[in-house]
């Protein structure tokens, strides 16, 4: 299995009203992207999201969450959600509104 596609579906459930959203295949995975800034992401079964460089100090201090490394170096303003961070929809609901904040504060691509 690349990615989850349960959870991937999900986050497609939460962005169903976000204008301009795109997915890419990435890293095995499957990314959604609003204006052409990333928001978040699905490899295996974790959640990556794009929280940016302000909230990623407070993000990577809750549960459940790491750095994301994919390439051995930390992605900065970028974390992993393991499943108990969002197996609740309303947990869930809060990481995609985080990454959909960070990417709609950026120019379009």
């Keep these: 299995m690349a990615y989850d596609e349960g959870l991937a579906q999900r986050i497609r459930e939460s962005l169903r009203d976000q204008p301009d959203l795109s997915e890419i295949q990435m890293f095995g995975g499957i990314g959604f992207m609003a204006q052409g800034n ?3 992401g699905v490899l295996n079964d974790s959640l990556i999201v ?6 990623y100090p407070e993000a990577l201090a809750q549960p459940h969450t790491r750095d ?12 992993t959600v393991g499943l108990g961070g969002y197996e609740a929809d309303a947990s869930l609901e809060e990481w995609v509104k ?8 950026l120019p379009p691509k």
């Design 38 to 40: 990333m928001v978040c």
């Design 50 to 55: 794009r929280v940016g460089p302000e909230r």
């Design 68 to 79: 994301f490394d994919f390439t051995g170096r930390p992605m900065a303003g970028w974390v």
């Design 98 to 105: 985080l990454g959909i904040t960070y990417a709609l504060s």
